[in-house]
């Protein structure tokens, strides 16, 4: 199937006289006929559930649709996209490790990986998209455990070029982990270029509704853990559950069976299956959406590069951006729906400006089916320092828009009154 049948079609295929549409398993809880298979569920000999806080029925059939969409072997839905990236590191880092990581990615992660990673005793070590392959290289030590980008960088709309990522992770026989939530798989299917885990924050163009909180983490099942040889996690015993070895019980899918029968297991970072149902139900139009979102923004950065009281804009679908060719080749059928600008005047021009926008709403969100803005320096980003800003691409005066997906006569009516107000 192609990726717009599959977003309707994956994951849940009724048998006869069973509900058309994906069913809520809203239990806790599961029933068994004998204790031998209940003890060969824990030994995980058989498939099945054993608890919610675990795998799911409904959650099961929406990882399962994610998963074919990705082009992965296996997915594992989480709480939260934070949720996502925690665990797709912890799943093979531990004190004492390191990553190597893009600086061009979410301010929310930044924080994750570069203060809360660091109590754990991991250290996070951050290259400039800038940055050459030999100092990348340079970073990468015998402790090192994966590299880490985002395929469109949350504000900045950097591009990240992931062939030449993987390239250095594989020569140093390390994973590479792709944050793939601006473009969707609908967009960008990272795997198809080296990337070896993808993750998502679901509660953006996913979802596409701002309805529901979630994350996911793709397994590509290409990653040769036992080749590489420096990943015990995964390819010997493990102690906390009976000796395990996930290379041996999940095969290609070994990453993504230890982060559920292990991490999921004891972090409990569980997406609740009404969550899952609501996620189901975006994914359905995801296809439908992306193509009008990216079509809006299109037009809306057009028209703001041409607006005598922008000052510039960011958007790697425009012939003049510096991103536009990393875009051709890895965005060909448009990047997302986000566009960054700064308003002539700074800071305060850029307040006044959102303060006078009546369809687009000033909301702590991005990427739904709604117009939206926000002043990332000041709100999402307000932890970094003006050194991490500068890195993660992002500017005093930046203004992020997430075109939605209304008519876009009325989004450029929208922003013609504001900008007449300063």
Same mark, same amino acid.
């Given at each position: 199937?192609?990726?717009?049948?599959?977003?309707?079609?994956?994951?849940?295929?009724?048998?006869?006289?069973?509900?058309?549409?994906?069913?809520?398993?809203?239990?806790?809880?599961?029933?068994?006929?004998?204790?031998?298979?209940?003890?060969?569920?824990? $030994?995980?000999?058989?498939p099945?559930?054993?608890?919610?806080?675990?795998?799911n029925?409904?959650?099961?059939?929406?990882?399962?649709?994610?998963?074919?969409?990705?082009?992965?072997?296996?997915a594992?839905?989480? =709480?939260?996209g934070?949720? +996502?990236?925690?665990?797709a590191v912890?799943n093979?880092?531990?004190?004492?490790?390191?990553?190597?990581?893009s600086?061009?990615?979410?301010?929310?992660?930044? !924080?994750?990986?570069?203060?809360?990673?660091?109590?754990?005793?991991?250290? @996070?070590?951050?290259?400039?998209? &800038?940055?050459?392959d030999?100092?990348?290289?340079?970073l990468? #030590?015998?402790r090192t455990?994966?590299?880490?980008?985002? @395929?469109?960088?949350?504000?900045?709309?950097?591009v990240? $070029?992931?062939?030449?990522?993987? !390239?250095?992770?594989?020569?140093?026989n390390?994973?590479?982990?792709?944050? !793939?939530?601006?473009?969707?798989?609908?967009?960008?299917?990272?795997?198809?270029?080296?990337? #070896?885990?993808?993750?998502?924050?679901?509660?953006?163009?996913?979802? *596409?509704?701002?309805?529901?909180?979630?994350?996911c983490?793709v397994?590509?099942?290409?990653?040769?853990w036992?080749? /590489?040889?420096?990943?015990?996690?995964?390819?010997?015993?493990?102690?906390?559950?009976?000796?395990?070895?996930?290379?041996?019980?999940?095969?290609r899918? +070994?990453?993504?069976?230890?982060?559920?029968?292990?991490?999921?297991?004891?972090? *409990?970072?569980?997406?609740?299956?009404?969550? /899952?149902f609501?996620l189901n139900?975006?994914l359905?139009?995801?296809?439908?959406?992306? &193509?009008?979102?990216?079509?809006?923004?299109?037009?809306?950065?057009?028209y703001?590069?041409?607006?005598?009281?922008?000052?510039?804009?960011?958007?790697?679908?425009?012939? =003049?951006?510096?991103?536009?060719?990393?875009?051709?080749?890895?965005?060909? !059928?448009?990047?997302?729906?986000?566009? =960054?600008f700064?308003?002539?005047?700074?800071?305060?021009?850029a307040?006044?400006?959102?303060?006078?926008?009546?369809? /687009?709403?000033?909301?702590?969100?991005?990427?739904?089916?709604?117009? =939206?803005?926000?002043?990332?320096?000041?709100? @999402?980003?307000?932890?970094?320092? #003006?050194?991490?800003?500068v890195d993660?691409?992002?500017?005093?005066d930046?203004?992020?828009?997430?075109?939605?997906?209304?008519?876009?006569?009325?989004?450029?009516? #929208?922003l013609?009154? +504001?900008?007449?107000?300063?």
């Amino acid at each position: 199937m192609r990726i717009e049948t599959q977003c309707v079609q994956a994951g849940y295929q009724p048998e006869n006289g069973q509900p058309r549409i994906l069913p809520i398993y809203q239990s806790t809880t599961y029933k068994y006929d004998s204790a031998e298979h209940l003890g060969k569920l824990f $030994d995980l000999s058989v498939p099945g559930h054993m608890y919610t806080r675990i795998s799911n029925p409904t959650v099961e059939m929406v990882e399962n649709k994610i998963a074919a969409l990705e082009g992965g072997v296996g997915a594992m839905l989480t =709480s939260s996209g934070q949720a +996502a990236n925690l665990l797709a590191v912890l799943n093979l880092a531990s004190a004492g490790d390191n990553i190597v990581c893009s600086s061009a990615i979410y301010g929310g992660t930044i !924080n994750l990986f570069a203060f809360t990673l660091k109590r754990l005793g991991i250290e @996070t070590r951050f290259f400039t998209p &800038e940055a050459t392959d030999e100092e990348i290289s340079a970073l990468i #030590d015998g402790r090192t455990r994966l590299l880490f980008g985002e @395929t469109v960088a949350n504000p900045a709309l950097i591009v990240c $070029d992931i062939e030449r990522l993987a !390239n250095i992770a594989h020569a140093h026989n390390v994973p590479l982990v792709i944050d !793939n939530t601006f473009p969707t798989p609908v967009l960008c299917r990272p795997i198809e270029f080296g990337c #070896d885990i993808v993750v998502h924050s679901t509660t953006k163009y996913m979802d *596409g509704h701002a309805s529901v909180v979630g994350g996911c983490i793709v397994d590509s099942g290409n990653f040769d853990w036992e080749r /590489a040889g420096k990943y015990p996690e995964l390819t010997e015993p493990d102690e906390s559950y009976h000796g395990v070895v996930y290379t041996k019980s999940f095969g290609r899918a +070994a990453y993504i069976g230890k982060a559920r029968a292990q991490l999921m297991r004891d972090f *409990g970072c569980t997406p609740q299956p009404i969550a /899952a149902f609501i996620l189901n139900l975006g994914l359905e139009s995801l296809a439908v959406r992306m &193509e009008r979102h990216c079509q809006n923004a299109q037009a809306v950065a057009e028209y703001l590069e041409k607006h005598p009281k922008v000052s510039w804009v960011n958007f790697p679908g425009l012939a =003049s951006s510096p991103q536009h060719a990393l875009a051709q080749k890895y965005l060909p !059928n448009g990047v997302c729906g986000v566009v =960054s600008f700064g308003v002539r005047g700074g800071r305060a021009a850029a307040m006044k400006f959102m303060d006078s926008l009546r369809l /687009a709403q000033i909301v702590v969100h991005v990427a739904d089916a709604r117009t =939206s803005v926000l002043h990332p320096a000041s709100t @999402t980003h307000r932890q970094l320092t #003006d050194e991490q800003l500068v890195d993660a691409g992002i500017s005093a005066d930046l203004v992020r828009l997430s075109v939605g997906i209304e008519n876009i006569e009325d989004i450029l009516e #929208d922003l013609a009154q +504001a900008f007449d107000q300063i």
